[in-house]
């Protein structure tokens, strides 16, 4: 892998994750303005997913490991595929009735997300990044991808199942 794509990889490892980071900040402790478990809970349950403070927990875990990892580049596809999961999740309980674009609240920005998270699986975390220097290079293999994806993808469904009538 060359320099230049791995310093691109690296900007969008920063950046997506990072932002991920921050918003699973915002659902696990309050922070960034964020409402805790008990404020996103609270909204939570008003979609359905109760009790809300344990998805508001689990929502905040996914993205905030998610982002993490894909931050550091560890783990190989694993934390982009816990971006995806909760994307999907979102899109299907938030975004995808209000249509495409965010500017109405619909999926594009999720949508987004989600296409990052893929190219960053399956180009992989780059030579700046913490499974270059571990030597991982088992976790960028291309099966070890889709099975990732698959179980983000079979993970995020199985959660909108467990979704009730929103109060």
């Known amino acids: 892998m060359t320099v230049a794509v791995s310093i691109g990889l690296l900007i969008a490892r920063l950046?997506?994750?990072?932002?991920?980071?921050?918003?699973?900040?915002?659902?696990?402790?309050?922070?960034f303005g964020g409402g805790g478990p008990a404020g996103t809970g609270a909204?939570?349950?008003?979609?359905?997913?109760?009790?809300?403070?344990?998805?508001?927990v689990a929502a905040g875990l996914?993205?905030?490991?998610?982002?993490?990892?894909?931050l550091l580049g560890l783990g190989g596809a694993v934390g982009p595929a816990l971006i995806i999961m909760v994307m999907i999740v979102a899109i299907f309980t938030v975004h995808i009735s209000k249509g495409f674009l965010s500017s109405n609240g619909g999926w594009e920005l999720p949508g987004m997300n989600i296409a990052a998270a893929l190219a960053i699986a399956f180009a992989g975390n780059g030579l700046y990044a913490l499974?270059?220097?571990?030597?991982?290079?088992?976790v960028t293999d291309p099966r070890q991808v889709w099975i990732a994806i698959a179980a983000a993808v079979v993970a995020g469904l199985l959660n909108l199942t467990a979704r009730r009538a929103p109060a």
């Open 15 to 31: 950046l997506l994750g990072g932002a991920f980071v921050v918003h699973g900040s915002q659902k696990l402790f309050g922070w």
């Open 62 to 70: 996914g993205e905030f490991l998610g982002g993490a990892l894909t």
């Open 43 to 56: 909204f939570f349950g008003q979609l359905g997913f109760r009790p809300g403070p344990l998805f508001a």
């Open 131 to 138: 499974d270059s220097v571990f030597g991982w290079t088992a």
